[in-house]
């Protein structure tokens, strides 16, 4: 059979991924054209819950899951156990983001896993890593990003701490994971052979910080939080205009030049209070007041417009409604409209990695609870009917 | 020769990534065995501008760049052009994060260097995506953290909108840019032919936003900042200790219980204020109280014992020193102090990926400007000193 145009074809995944990071690093890879399979538990993954009665999808279940097929196990029961083994012989990938330690305590973990097929990529995603002494604390997003230094470098100088708004650092650690995956494929493909792959969400938030970090380094002292400003450099700020805000972030001269020309203030371009970096941080307050007298008299797309032609690195803050209707990434077939038959329409986003070439990967909604079950217990690993009924009404699947 | 056992053995990068987006790509590449080629103009990567007199290293130039060989190219320079195309005919990956058309303007874009090495994968890393309305708008991580929905998510709703501290999408980016051209690799060795991969910042974005689109699509409102505490579940937020502040996100019932305990409150299990999700949401402001006059009268440190103990999923709020010396992030050999003999002592990180059972990679400082022409250009190339030092004197390289 040829190979799919695919970068992923061929690939298959037991995706044990739930909520946020586990899904979107399988999201990719279903994107990336891999057979993903959607394992949950019988009575489905955390984010399935709240889903209207009867039903089992839930938006971010649809955002997430498309393109994949979904089963139930119940890794508690022997013979889900005994189906797990036959799907690892069979399968490229096992991705899962427990608590570390739950698939070896149940007798599935890596260790188990490579006797049964060593050329088995086992992946797992967790809050401080497989080792450490913080290794068995729980973990969510939001602690992650206490721990990890996001939350005390967020916010005002004069205000407390603050949690940056989207879950940041479970997609951060989710993409790592991927990453992790198709480095070890890759390494397979010239090896043969499999590998325990692993990443902490702390870590994997890390690299975030430089700019703190490196402000730490150079003085001894940590930082106070800067709001929307920069510690070095003016103008680098968040600006009000008569509908909303705009961000703004001057890199080189050149971009000061093309924003007090876009302002009509060319006049003030010798101007000892504005005319190098060193005089804008002297005199930062009246840099952003002039600033701000002119965007709060226009619109944010229209202030948009203005940079586009002047080459002015700034963009409006905008919400989410005006994000999931970007015209543009629409446009470029990254966010997708679907018809989900459980919840109707809904936006969801196909792959931030675009592969030139490649065939599209058609969109297909994500699977309900166990959609997939006859396909794959059946067709997949050969069970017959009735077999695939006594493990549902022993509580198997 | 035998392969390496690192993932990323024997493959070749050529990497013109700047900043943070491109080189945090490359510097994971490296640290999975690629030899990664830093390419420079003569004058050094934005990075080195804020180097010491007389040197070429910064805190985040030896953060993002350890275990890289460095060079300088001159792309304006036809001599410059001619150089890359040789380097393009023996590399695998080659990976820029320039502005959209940059590249194919100098006359070294994908189309031509494809026909020189059709086993090259060229990876690109932009704001907006390599097409579309908005791929000339210059981005910078404030303004796609504007135009992605972060900002207007994050902070307090009686306050302004604020940026997310760290740059949480110039890192976002840089590991979707990673896992793009990882991908490629694993799809060339199955098939032979390189691949154009790109990566857009604001869509690498977009997922992080998933709760917030989902309020949104729930309600057909945009929903209000909120802090540190989520609309839907209490109690899930920050708060005060005698030294600081811990986060804290309780996501199931018995998790409650276990705060209870550790607060010695068990009589308040059956608190009808208290005793299910929506008991709680409904006096939201009392279980907040309730938890931080626990909080207020112990230290960070102290109470996230407690929650080890408790199985309770809270972390500390630290800061940039405590997260740098991170005693769990330095046993697991995630962070290590190197000596740069440029700027002295350093705490770098290693990866967020990793492999199990691979040999690892000895930490080596971030090369200086030009470190490595001749290595690369004499040993690798094959140019002879005489041609090396022409080169040189006449701004090639």
């Given at each position: 059979?040829?190979?799919a145009?695919?970068?992923?074809?061929?690939?298959?995944?037991?995706?044990?991924?739930?909520?946020?990071?586990?899904?979107?690093?399988?999201?990719?890879?279903?994107?990336?054209?891999?057979?993903?399979?959607?394992?949950?538990?019988?009575?489905?993954?955390?984010?399935?819950?709240?889903?209207?009665p009867?039903?089992?999808?839930?938006?971010?279940?649809?955002?997430?899951?498309?393109?994949?097929?979904?089963?139930?196990?119940n890794?508690?029961?022997?013979?889900?156990?005994?189906?797990?083994?036959?799907?690892?012989?069979?399968?490229?990938?096992?991705?899962?983001?427990?608590a570390p330690?739950?698939?070896?305590?149940?007798?599935?973990?890596?260790?188990?896993?490579?006797?049964?097929?060593?050329?088995l990529?086992?992946?797992?995603?967790?809050?401080?890593g497989?080792?450490?002494?913080?290794?068995?604390?729980?973990?969510?997003?939001?602690?992650?990003?206490?721990?990890?230094?996001?939350?005390?470098?967020?916010?005002?100088?004069?205000?407390?701490?603050?949690?940056?708004?989207?879950?940041?650092?479970?997609?951060?650690?989710?993409?790592?994971?991927?990453a992790?995956?198709?480095t070890?494929?890759?390494?397979?493909?010239e090896?043969?052979?499999?590998?325990?792959?692993?990443?902490?969400?702390?870590?994997?938030?890390?690299?975030?910080?430089?700019?703190?970090?490196?402000?730490?380094?150079?003085?001894?002292?940590?930082?106070?939080?800067?709001?929307n400003?920069?510690h070095?450099?003016?103008?680098?700020n968040?600006?009000?205009?008569?509908?909303?805000y705009i961000?703004?972030?001057?890199?080189?001269?050149?971009h000061?030049?093309?924003?007090?020309?876009?302002?009509?203030?060319?006049?003030?371009?010798?101007?000892?209070?504005?005319?190098?970096?060193?005089?804008?941080?002297?005199?930062?307050g009246?840099?952003?007041?002039?600033?701000?007298?002119?965007?709060?008299?226009l619109?944010k797309m229209?202030?948009?417009?203005?940079?586009?032609?002047?080459?002015?690195?700034?963009?409006?803050?905008?919400?989410?409604?005006?994000?999931?209707?970007?015209p543009?990434?629409?446009?470029r077939?990254?966010l997708a409209?679907?018809?989900?038959?459980?919840?109707?329409?809904?936006?969801v986003?196909t792959?931030?990695?675009?592969?030139h070439?490649a065939?599209?990967?058609?969109?297909v909604?994500?699977?309900?609870?166990?959609?997939h079950?006859?396909?794959?217990?059946?067709?997949?690993?050969?069970?017959?009917?009735?077999?695939?009924?006594a493990?549902?009404?022993?509580?198997?699947?």
């Amino acid at each position: 059979m040829e190979r799919a145009n695919r970068p992923l074809a061929g690939v298959t995944v037991l995706d044990f991924g739930q909520v946020y990071q586990g899904p979107y690093a399988s999201l990719l890879m279903a994107q990336a054209g891999a057979d993903v399979i959607k394992i949950e538990p019988p009575q489905g993954e955390p984010l399935r819950r709240r889903a209207p009665p009867g039903k089992s999808t839930t938006f971010p279940i649809a955002m997430l899951n498309s393109n994949k097929r979904a089963i139930t196990l119940n890794l508690k029961h022997e013979r889900g156990r005994a189906l797990l083994f036959r799907m690892a012989k069979k399968g490229d990938v096992l991705l899962e983001n427990f608590a570390p330690g739950v698939m070896d305590r149940l007798g599935v973990g890596w260790s188990v896993l490579r006797e049964i097929n060593p050329r088995l990529i086992y992946a797992s995603g967790s809050g401080y890593g497989l080792s450490g002494p913080d290794r068995d604390n729980l973990a969510m997003d939001l602690t992650i990003q206490a721990v990890s230094g996001l939350i005390a470098a967020t916010g005002f100088a004069d205000g407390p701490p603050v949690k940056a708004g989207p879950a940041v650092v479970d997609f951060l650690s989710g993409i790592h994971l991927y990453a992790a995956v198709v480095t070890a494929l890759f390494e397979r493909a010239e090896t043969g052979k499999g590998r325990l792959v692993e990443v902490a969400m702390q870590e994997a938030a890390y690299a975030t910080l430089t700019s703190s970090l490196e402000a730490y380094w150079q003085s001894g002292k940590v930082p106070p939080r800067t709001g929307n400003a920069s510690h070095g450099r003016v103008p680098i700020n968040v600006y009000p205009t008569n509908d909303g805000y705009i961000a703004m972030n001057l890199a080189v001269e050149e971009h000061w030049h093309s924003l007090l020309k876009a302002m009509g203030r060319e006049d003030l371009r010798d101007d000892p209070r504005f005319n190098s970096p060193a005089a804008r941080l002297a005199h930062r307050g009246e840099t952003d007041a002039l600033i701000a007298a002119w965007t709060k008299t226009l619109g944010k797309m229209e202030i948009f417009a203005a940079a586009k032609r002047h080459r002015i690195p700034l963009a409006p803050v905008r919400d989410v409604n005006e994000v999931m209707h970007d015209p543009g990434m629409h446009e470029r077939g990254f966010l997708a409209e679907i018809e989900h038959d459980e919840i109707g329409r809904v936006t969801v986003p196909t792959s931030p990695l675009r592969f030139h070439g490649a065939d599209p990967v058609p969109l297909v909604p994500s699977p309900k609870l166990g959609q997939h079950n006859a396909e794959i217990y059946g067709g997949w690993l050969g069970l017959s009917q009735d077999e695939i009924a006594a493990l549902k009404s022993d509580a198997v699947i």
